[in-house]
């Protein structure tokens, strides 16, 4: 199976967009219809992904010290349980709280996106495991960091987003949803062109570089996609809010790192083959079927 091969696979799916980038060129663009090329797509919880790019800048820019600090920090009504949640719980989503999403399926967080108050709703939140043991999906984690985000640079975190991320990279035309008190979702939300998308895997690639410019810091981009906690069968292992693939968990034979989003959107790296891909489809039960194909992909040409 190559990559014609892959993008013909795709062609018989409800795939919209899927490209590659390798070896500094786009060596694959397939776009449905002509549409699809300039349309903005819901990303869903790749913008988890793009929320963990933010905090290594907060960090690198001095916002935050260390993402082993207290939430209680920066949130100081925090419930008496909760006083040692640091970042790092909510980065690797083992904060031990009572939170259903993933697992059994994919269910929608509904309570929580119709509350009145998100932030409160999630501290709320009664824990049942002990924190940093077991990673359990949590969108309300990833909205946290985004309020943290917010309250430690005083600007909103698509005001952050821009500044630092997507000017550089050009990137103009995206839309990100708010909570009722006007915070930028953390956990999904955004829209973005599928070209967009495949800016953000490049600028992993090359290890935080944007036409020599470091936008985040390699070291960051580095402990984000190492293997922290194992997840969910066939998903592979997580790291801070990315999902990790390898030999070990899931018999792919190169190291790779990737974003995922609900419905089969996907935003691929796999370092050694210097690869990027982007894959965006409308498979809302069968969002691990493009995974499946590119990771057969890689077994393949192994």
């Not at 600028?203 to 960051?220: A, D, E, I, P, T």
Request: glycine residues 8%.
């Amino acid at each position: 199976m190559n990559l014609s091969e892959l993008e013909h696979t795709f062609k018989k799916k409800k795939v919209n967009a899927f490209l590659v980038y390798q070896k500094g060129e786009i060596v694959t663009e397939y776009y449905k219809t002509e549409k699809c090329a300039q349309n903005v797509y819901k990303i869903n919880s790749i913008t988890k992904s793009i929320i963990s790019i933010l905090i290594g800048i907060a960090l690198e820019k001095g916002y935050i010290h260390s993402i082993h600090t207290p939430i209680v920090e920066w949130i100081p009504n925090m419930p008496k349980e909760k006083q040692l949640l640091t970042m790092y719980h909510l980065l690797t989503m083992t904060t031990g709280e009572d939170w259903k999403e993933f697992g059994d399926g994919v269910i929608f967080p509904n309570d929580f996106v119709e509350s009145q108050n998100w932030i409160d709703y999630i501290l709320n939140k009664p824990i049942t495991k002990q924190p940093g043991t077991k990673m359990n999906y949590n969108s309300g984690s990833s909205h946290v960091l985004s309020y943290i985000l917010q309250l430690v640079t005083g600007m909103t975190t698509a005001a952050f987003v821009d500044k630092y991320l997507f000017e550089p990279l050009h990137i103009t035309s995206y839309q990100w949803q708010q909570d009722p008190q006007g915070i930028f979702v953390g956990g999904f939300g955004m829209k973005m062109k599928p070209k967009d998308m495949l800016k953000i895997g490049q600028l992993c690639l090359q290890n935080g570089y944007w036409n020599g410019q470091q936008l985040v810091s390699s070291n960051w981009i580095e402990q984000s996609h190492q293997k922290r906690f194992t997840t969910y069968e066939r998903v592979g292992a997580y790291g801070y809010h990315w999902w990790i693939l390898d030999r070990e968990t899931c018999n792919v034979p190169y190291h790779t790192y990737f974003a995922m989003g609900y419905g089969g959107q996907y935003i691929l790296i796999v370092p050694q083959l210097e690869l990027t891909a982007v894959i965006s489809s409308q498979m809302p039960k069968r969002g691990l079927v493009p995974l499946k194909l590119f990771v057969k992909y890689l077994q393949e040409m192994h």
